[in-house]
């Protein structure tokens, strides 16, 4: 069977993803499952995060967000029978490409996916929604009555933080990097009570007049918001495309008094003024990196949770992921060298 892996460059040479033939183990391990792949996500892959974690592989697997059905399970498996409809995300480790046809998969890394749900959305969706469940619930503890700031609203992982929150009786604010995303997202409602708004206010910034702290200080009556998640940081504010992303001393600056700030950018600087701030409003800051779940077996059974819960939510409607490009197996190299240079987009391969 054939599977999509990606040849690691040296220096400043691009990655080159490959098709390449791969077989499945005689033997299945004693709390592994065996599924047969209906649908994967693809994702851009992290290098220094998987240089960092040691992985070394000439080929290293590409696709871990799957969906599918359980064909065979281990002797010592307690929770699935064949038959059953699964969806999980591989860990870094794995061996196993998703767009394999068959994989082997720990138990402990897959949830049952609900029968009214396809394989396709969910597997599009998986990784979105644990990022949002790690920033507003891990990190940023959020509660009903809370206000939350999410930049570029219309993203993905933006939509699934706005209507999580919503959900939990959170007033959202958010930005918008474009005239057709600020309507799209104006006119966001949930999919079932009450069709008031989902966001309380959308700050557009695609036109470079917008102050963003003036705004958001007066949505909150001078207070500041309790929590911010971001989708990235303009650190020196002289490079092109950080046009449209927050610099840092504003998201410091409309954090309120105990707030707390979930940042995507992993290389982050804040300068002693910055330091200075934070500590004057006892604010906080966490780093977003989902991989943790996988990466480390501390918070098994928690990770879990988060699982099921995107299942049930997005089941019920609550969670309503944008559609995902689905593309064949034969243009996954290409779909993923498209990703590789623009991190937030995502495409789900068919199988």
Same mark, same amino acid.
């Given at each position: 069977?054939?599977?999509?892996?990606?040849?690691?460059?040296?220096?400043?040479?691009?990655?080159?993803?490959?098709?390449?033939?791969?077989?499945?183990?005689?033997?299945?391990?004693?709390?592994?499952?065996?599924?047969?792949?209906?649908?994967?996500?693809?994702?851009?892959?992290?290098?220094?995060?998987?240089?960092?974690?040691?992985? $070394?592989?000439?080929?290293?697997?590409?696709?871990?967000?799957?969906?599918?059905?359980?064909?065979?399970?281990?002797?010592?498996?307690? @929770?699935?029978?064949?038959?059953?409809?699964?969806?999980?995300?591989?860990?870094?480790? =794995?061996?196993? =490409?998703?767009?394999?046809?068959?994989?082997?998969?720990?138990?402990?890394?897959?949830?049952?996916?609900?029968?009214?749900?396809?394989? *396709?959305?969910?597997?599009?969706?998986?990784?979105?929604? *644990?990022?949002?469940?790690?920033?507003? #619930?891990?990190?940023?503890?959020?509660?009903?009555?809370?206000?939350?700031?999410?930049?570029?609203?219309?993203?993905? @992982?933006?939509?699934?933080?706005?209507?999580?929150?919503?959900?939990?009786?959170?007033?959202?604010?958010?930005? =918008?990097?474009?005239?057709?995303?600020?309507? @799209?997202?104006?006119?966001?409602?949930?999919?079932?009570?009450? $069709?008031?708004?989902?966001?309380?206010? &959308? %700050?557009?910034?695609?036109?470079?007049?917008?102050?963003?702290?003036?705004?958001?200080?007066?949505?909150?009556?001078?207070?500041?918001?309790?929590?911010? &998640?971001?989708?990235?940081?303009?650190?020196?504010?002289?490079?092109?495309?950080?046009?449209?992303?927050? #610099?840092?001393?504003?998201?410091?600056? *409309?954090?309120?008094?105990?707030?707390? /700030?979930?940042?995507?950018?992993?290389?982050? $600087?804040?300068?002693?003024?910055?330091?200075?701030?934070?500590?004057?409003?006892?604010?906080?800051?966490?780093?977003?990196?989902?991989?943790? /779940?996988?990466?480390? =077996?501390? $918070?098994?059974?928690?990770?879990?949770?988060?699982?099921?819960? %995107?299942?049930?939510?997005?089941?019920?409607?609550?969670?309503?992921?944008?559609?995902?490009?689905?593309?064949?197996?034969?243009?996954?190299?290409?779909?993923?060298?498209?990703?590789?240079? #623009?991190?937030?987009?995502?495409? *789900?391969?068919?199988?």
């Amino acid at each position: 069977m054939k599977g999509l892996y990606c040849r690691a460059a040296e220096g400043d040479a691009e990655p080159k993803f490959v098709i390449q033939e791969t077989t499945l183990p005689d033997v299945l391990g004693t709390h592994q499952v065996r599924v047969k792949v209906k649908a994967c996500g693809l994702s851009p892959l992290d290098f220094k995060l998987i240089q960092d974690l040691g992985i $070394q592989r000439d080929l290293l697997p590409v696709g871990r967000e799957v969906a599918g059905v359980v064909l065979q399970v281990g002797p010592k498996v307690t @929770f699935f029978q064949p038959e059953d409809e699964v969806v999980g995300v591989l860990p870094l480790d =794995s061996s196993f =490409s998703g767009l394999c046809e068959v994989i082997d998969v720990d138990e402990y890394y897959i949830v049952e996916k609900p029968e009214k749900l396809s394989s *396709v959305s969910v597997a599009g969706a998986l990784r979105d929604g *644990v990022c949002a469940y790690t920033a507003l #619930h891990t990190h940023a503890r959020m509660a009903a009555g809370h206000t939350l700031l999410v930049t570029d609203g219309a993203s993905p @992982f933006g939509l699934l933080c706005i209507q999580l929150a919503c959900y939990h009786g959170v007033k959202v604010l958010t930005t =918008s990097h474009s005239p057709q995303k600020q309507s @799209f997202l104006e006119q966001l409602r949930p999919s079932v009570g009450v $069709q008031d708004p989902l966001v309380a206010r &959308v %700050i557009p910034v695609h036109n470079g007049s917008s102050d963003l702290l003036s705004m958001v200080l007066e949505e909150t009556g001078g207070l500041g918001v309790d929590i911010v &998640v971001d989708s990235g940081v303009c650190l020196h504010g002289d490079k092109e495309e950080n046009k449209l992303l927050p #610099h840092k001393h504003d998201i410091i600056s *409309v954090l309120g008094v105990g707030g707390h /700030w979930v940042t995507s950018h992993k290389n982050l $600087q804040l300068d002693p003024p910055d330091c200075r701030l934070l500590h004057l409003k006892s604010a906080s800051v966490s780093f977003l990196n989902p991989e943790v /779940w996988t990466a480390s =077996s501390a $918070q098994q059974g928690r990770y879990l949770h988060i699982l099921k819960d %995107i299942m049930e939510k997005m089941s019920a409607g609550v969670l309503r992921p944008q559609t995902e490009e689905t593309v064949p197996l034969y243009e996954a190299t290409v779909a993923m060298e498209t990703l590789q240079g #623009h991190p937030k987009k995502r495409a *789900v391969v068919q199988l």
